[in-house]
């Protein structure tokens, strides 16, 4: 079992933001911005294009509702996306609140948020996401 798929399980700590029966989403612990988030399907895949087509519609249908969370909880223009899936073998997705496209830089420094602020940022966007 892959770092994802044990963070899906609770195995290993995450910052949850949101989830359902299929898919999950926490915080990026290396985050390009506050609220920097990463949705995962609790199945095991490593590239999202071999998801089927139904599986990769309701991922992403997931995605867009956390971002609105995401948006909602971290104002922000915009929520970018970004799928890159090589530094882990499970597919993900990101969702980076942006004030400008240079906010999507993953060559741009990482933050480093104390963890009291990371818990408060998902529990911000947990309890948008719920009320979705």
Known sequence: MGIFAKIAAGEIPSYKCAENDEFYAFLDINPLAKGHTLCIPRREVDYIFDMDDDEL?????????????????????????????LEVPHAHIHLVPMQSEKDMQ??????QLPQEEMQAIAAKIFDEYQKL
Not at 57 to 85: D, E
Not at 106 to 111: A, I
């Open 57 to 85: 519609a309701r991922f992403q249908v997931f995605a867009k509702h956390v971002a609105v969370a995401l948006r909602r909880a971290c104002p922000c223009v915009k929520v970018g996306q970004a799928v890159l899936g």
């Open 106 to 111: 993953f060559s741009n420094p990482k933050l």
